[in-house]
Nanobody, 118 residues
């Protein structure tokens, strides 16, 4: 199984970006999906998660600005980021909890850089 993240880039404060993360390979089903981020010199922090039933969680710092969603037919999780701030600058990592052949394992994407700067 591989996760491919995309959609990062440079954006001005107040702008928007949409991140995508698609899983490929041997997949029976997918449980939780999520996004985390790591800014320079800081620990990785959880940004948002979404369960297979569609329940979502957001970190307080992004609530009301970011929206996580998923397309189960495409094994893809999205993160719509609006009203971006310089403090949102970080490498964003996706993860998916994937079931296959009786095993459940968490897979991580390679990370995509988001830079918010004027």
């Amino acid at each position: 199984v591989q996760l491919q993240a995309s959609g990062g880039g440079l954006v001005q404060p107040g702008g928007s970006l949409r991140l995508s993360c698609a899983a490929s390979g041997s997949i029976f089903s997918i449980n939780d999906m999520g996004w985390s981020r790591q800014a320079p010199g800081k620990q990785r922090e959880l940004v948002a998660t979404i369960t297979s039933g569609g329940y979502t969680y957001y970190a307080g710092s992004v609530k009301g600005r970011f929206t996580i969603s998923r397309d189960n037919a495409k094994n893809t999780v999205y993160l719509q980021m609006n009203s971006l701030k310089p403090e949102d600058t970080a490498v964003y990592y996706c993860n998916q909890v994937i079931n296959d052949k009786g095993f459940r394992r968490t897979y991580w994407g390679q990370g995509t850089q988001v830079t918010v700067s004027s």
